[in-house]
């Protein structure tokens, strides 16, 4: 349960209790901090192992101070308090100014009934899984995975729900190829940048402005790019030019919001992506899903987080199947023959101890029926 804090004076005061509260935070371990409005009072909670906790209670009269803080640290109007907002700090611990380089905030604000509610998302310097070993996949899904980034052009779409660790396989992948293959160009655009890599030029997409994703991929495929790491394929159009970048000599790294591999190239062919064209760039997708490291029984029995996934190859089978424009269970049915899917990974950690069949439940939910799975 958090802690309750009595009071703390407009101005100074209040800027002291956001250092104090982001600084405990990040020292957590969390990844996001919510500061959001109640009747009575105003709830801070922060989210550690993609669990969400309660952390402090504040007064409900700081509630706007507070709110109107974190907004001067992002550069955001505080004046507007009817439309939502976001922006993003360098952040610097007073207490430790000396010894961190300090840590990017994304902040975003949204008007609710009871008032304005920020979310704080933590980007660290440096990641905790660096590397393609450090995930917590099989060693033939790293193995499948370092052979993909080989490849002189293609797409290979990560996928799976905000929160699964897709970036993090993404940064892997590209630290990966920086180390094996420098001579190689390297570049991303993304929304935000989460982490700073070496020889790798980066780009901060602003989706709201005029720097989006489809005018960026567009003016990028002209200045020699070989790699280029998308952030997200979110449209059509999106789609569309990162299909055809990777069919025109580079190698595309993206995320989808997808459930499993067949769900992922389904979403391509809605897209409006012809069939051939996905056959022909589609090399690899990753689906992936987090659980929680077990530890020890009891309340606390949790300490970091292990990737748990299925990499399906587009094999001649599966492109003879694309082109005929398939359901996600048939397409299922046809990866199912490449080995074991999301459930069966995650079952398989349960058995070994990384983690139980609680958090298997938690995070994937109940197996679907075997001829929704692809195994009737």
Known sequence: MGRKTQSADTGSGVVDLIDGLLARGLEAGASDLHFEPLDDRMIVRIRVDG???????????????????????AGLLTYRVDVPQEGGVRWVDPGNADETPGTDLRIATFPTIRGERAIVRVFRARSPVETLDQLGLTDDQVAALRQATLLPCGLIPVTGPAGSGKTTTLYAMVRHIVRTTPERSVVTLEDPV??????????????????????????LLRQDPQIILLGEIRDARTA???????????????TMH??????????????????YQVVSSVSVVCSQRLLRRRIAAGESAYAGRVACAQIARIDEGLRELILTHPSASRLRQAIARQGSDLYARAFALAE???TDMEEVHRVLGDPPAPEQAGQA
């Open 352 to 354: 070994q101890g990384v």
């Open 194 to 219: 989460e982490q700073r890599i070496d020889r790798v030029a980066q780009i901060q997409i602003n989706p709201y402005g005029e720097l989006t994703y489809e005018r960026c991929l567009r003016s």
């Open 51 to 73: 669990r969400l906790r309660d952390f402090e209670e504040l007064p409900i009269g700081l509630a706007d101070n507070v709110i109107a803080r974190l907004k001067v640290l």
């Open 258 to 275: 997808s459930g499993d591999p067949a769900e992922a190239i389904v979403r391509l062919l809605e897209m409006g992506v012809p069939a």
């Open 240 to 254: 569309a030019i990162a299909v055809e970048a990777s069919l025109t000599g580079h190698l595309i790294l993206t």
